[in-house]
């Protein structure tokens, strides 16, 4: 019913900071969206773009197949959660969670019985009478969260609403926030740059770069496939390792020369056979090994990191630097030399000059 | 360096010269402490005690505001003297001219200042920064200057002598400070409740008067006060734009060389007594305008 349909969206600011840059994007009905990137990609600007709190220069914003591109927000039929949480101190949690329903004039009975579901699924049943001063950071966030979801709004606009709690709080209201959107099967955008946050909650990630979307995916589909350097090396923990290399050609095979040792290529690259590319490689896809082996890279320990599940290696193969997930009980020790065995199937190459994925299957 | 370190005892000497160290940073502070709570009493005595004479003396009896020496602490406390001002001729007429002045030039200079305080606060729009500074500038011109042709065309416009024309007059000094104090008050109601409510079916006009002006309101009464307390004490634009028609402080202004001393001191008491309590009512207010804002 209510899907979102982006066309050309562009946002100036100052007459020439292209903040949004002829953005194209259809959100499904339903569908839970995070738009994700770093600060000042625009994902901020684009969702106020369809909250109706900015006016985009060029293009057109439609909601349920109704073009409300000049509406102000409250003919758009949406909710928005702001990162300050934006809680009214001059009033109590009821009347906060209230206000929306009494703009629109709705019967009293009708009101309470709302705000208190409402409550209920954030668990502020017991704060009704509070004001905001006299509740924690964590339950002035449940109460943005209840005033936006009680106007059972077509689309529900999340902005950072997490990036205000400390860690632990942030964990578990992720969990919960994942829930009750999941219930109430509205169509969600979310803007966040914490690339876990946009994994965990997204059914599909649009990851922002200086206001164009870089690449629209699944949470997997972006971390496995990423669509150049820069989304490789944003999403993730620690990023994708980045590799220079150069095509070289043995035996009729396709090779691929790190410094004088040599990568083997699992097929075509896309058309490529000599000159430079960029190998990208996840720090758990590459096997570390204490002896040389088949196939494997020479390479020297760096740092030794133990992150308890894990031990996070800094590597050198020549003068490039990567990182190893390796196993707790691999012997590493710094300046000892080890070898690594990256899965083939999890390579991915990038042209050097443009950061863009090349398609090697 | 790392040498000789490794030589010494493993427990860590008190070096004497870290000691005199500290003991003479401590006693600096204390001094420069000292100093500073000595020039803070001085300052309030100078401005308090003289406070504090006319005080008792507009409470004390009559024959006793030419006791000499004078007594620090009153022997006997009467309305006397405030009853023979109050009970001047012209008094309580001008009083009630004071609080009508003051009234229309809150009004006035409330519906005039405060949008354009709203708009300083909110939008960025040309030429703004130098809004602010004109605003002020304003203040700069000297009301002698102002008043003479200000008179004339008040005696033209038919309002010369009445009210209206010091109201007028009094708008337009109070109108900067209006403007710069409603607009760091609307600064501190943060942009994002405006926001929020125009997400949740507010127009902005609701969404003013829903969320802004109650935040708001607290700030805008003290901004009031102080307009009231500027009007209230006003006295040079008062004495030329009025004959008949004195406010409080053109009044008294007028009548100060033939009145009897006990007159004096209790119309300075009546004129005191109103700015310092909304001055201290207000004192958090104008902290927040001179750059210290709290929250």
Known sequence: MAEIRLQGITKIFDKKVRAVDEVDLTIADREFMVLLGPSGCGKTTLMRMIAGLEYPEHGRVSIGNRDVTDLPPRRRDISMVFQSYAVFPHLTVFDNVAFGLRMKNIAKAEIKRRVEGAAELVQLGPYLERYPAQLSGGQRQRVAVARAIVMEPAVLLMDEPLSNLDALLRLNFRAELKRLVGELKTTTIYVTHDQVEAMSLGDRIAVMREGRIVQCGTPMEIYDRPANRFVGGFIGSPPMNFLSGRIERSNGHLQVGLGDQMLTVPATLGGRTAGEVLVGIRAENIEAEAAPAEGAIAARTEVVEPLGSHLLVTAAVGDQKLKIQARTDFPARPDAPLWLRPEPDKLRWFDPESGQEIDAR | ?295
């Open chain 2, 1 to 295: 360096m790392t040498s000789i370190a490794r030589d010494l005892p493993a427990a860590p000497r008190v070096d004497r010269e870290a000691v005199a160290a500290r003991q003479a940073r401590a006693r600096r502070r204390m001094l420069g402490r000292g100093l500073l709570y000595a020039a803070a009493v001085l300052l309030a005595l100078w401005v308090l005690f003289p406070i504090y004479l006319i005080t008792i003396t507009a409470f004390s009896p009559r024959d006793a505001v030419y006791d000499y020496p004078k007594q620090l602490i009153p022997g006997t406390l009467s309305a006397e003297t405030m009853r023979f001002f109050v009970d001047a001729e012209g008094v309580l007429g001008a009083l009630w001219n004071s609080v009508l002045v003051a009234v229309v030039t809150l009004i006035f200079s409330t519906l005039i200042g405060a949008p354009a305080g709203y708009a300083l606060a909110r939008f960025a729009f040309r030429g703004r920064d130098a809004f602010r500074l004109i605003v002020l500038s304003t203040r700069a011109f000297p009301i002698v200057i102002l008043s003479i042709p200000l008179a004339v065309s008040f005696i033209e416009w038919g309002i010369y002598d009445t009210i209206w024309s010091v109201a007028l007059m009094h708008t337009a000094l109070a109108l900067p400070f209006t403007v710069l104090i409603t607009s760091s008050i609307f600064i501190s109601v943060p942009r994002d409740l405006e926001e929020a409510a125009l997400t949740l079916g507010c127009t902005p006009a609701t969404a003013f008067v829903k969320v802004v002006l109650p935040l708001a309101l607290p700030g805008l009464a003290a901004a009031s006060i102080f307009t009231f307390v500027l009007s209230w004490n006003e006295v040079f634009a008062a004495v030329i734009l009025t004959l008949r028609e004195r406010t409080l402080p053109a009044l008294v202004l007028a009548a100060l060389n033939q009145s009897p001393v006990p007159f004096r001191l209790a119309a300075g008491w009546f004129m005191l007594a109103p700015s310092l309590i909304f001055i201290f009512v207000i004192r958090r207010y104008l902290l927040g305008l001179w750059g210290r804002v709290s929250r």
